[in-house]
């Protein structure tokens, strides 16, 4: 579920806007960043306790 909603989000979001999601199973994670690496997007991970922060840009030259 995390994946849908992280994708429907990023397809929306212009270049240089920020999206931040908070996720805590490892394996979303893992899918998360593996389908944002393939759209070239800027991300960047913080662990806060046991949540997860992703931050996700889309660069200009991203693929959606």
Request: some cysteine; glycine content about 0%.
């Amino acid at each position: 579920m995390s994946l849908l909603l992280v994708k429907r989000a990023y397809k929306q979001l212009e270049t240089q806007q920020v999206l931040r999601v908070r996720i805590v199973d490892t394996q979303s994670i893992r899918d998360c960043r593996h389908y944002l690496i393939k759209q070239n997007a800027m991300i960047d991970c913080k662990q806060e306790h046991h949540v997860t922060v992703m931050t996700i840009s889309k660069r200009k030259d991203s693929e959606c």
